[in-house]
C-alpha cells in the first residue's frame, strides 16, 4: 500500500505565495509520474501541473509562470510552488502519483487534499 500526504496549504492574501509538498510512502519501487490537481466548490477536479520521473513538467494554461512543480526522487517527495495567487486558485489541492509497487504491480494515489484559499 502506498500513503501520499499532503501538506502546507493555508490562508493568503491575493499576490501571495504558498510553498505545498506530497510526501509518498510505503511499497514503493519507483514513483514514475506524479501530480497535482485542485477542485474548487461545484467544479470539477483539474490538472494544475504534473512532473515525470526525469522531471519533465506540464502545466495547466492558468497556472504557468506562477507555479512551479518538482520533485525529490531520493526522498519520494513532491513540491508545488504557488506564486502572484488569487482568489480563482481557490481551491483543494491534491497529490497524485503513478507508483511501481513491485513486478507488475502499478497503482494510481491520491493524497487526502490540502486546502489553499485567496482572499482579495
Known amino acids: 500500500q502506498v500513503q501520499l500526504v499532503e501538506s502546507g496549504g493555508g490562508l493568503v492574501q491575493a499576490g501571495g505565495s504558498l510553498s505545498l509538498s506530497c510526501a509518498a510512502s510505503?511499497?514503493?519501487?519507483?514513483?514514475?509520474?506524479m501530480g497535482w490537481y485542485r477542485q474548487a466548490p461545484g467544479k470539477q477536479r483539474e490538472l494544475v501541473a504534473s512532473i515525470s520521473s526525469g522531471g519533465v513538467t506540464n502545466y495547466a494554461g492558468s497556472v504557468k509562470g506562477r507555479f512551479s512543480i518538482s520533485r525529490d526522487n531520493a526522498k519520494n517527495t513532491m513540491y508545488l510552488e504557488l506564486h502572484s495567487l488569487k482568489p480563482e486558485d481557490t481551491a483543494v489541492y491534491y497529490c497524485?502519483?503513478?507508483?511501481?509497487?513491485?513486478?507488475?504491480?502499478?497503482?494510481?494515489?491520491w493524497g487526502q487534499g490540502t486546502q489553499v484559499t485567496v482572499s482579495s
Open positions: 510505503g511499497s514503493i519501487v519507483s514513483i514514475i509520474h
Open positions: 497524485n502519483a503513478a507508483v511501481s509497487t513491485g513486478g507488475f504491480a502499478f497503482g494510481d494515489y
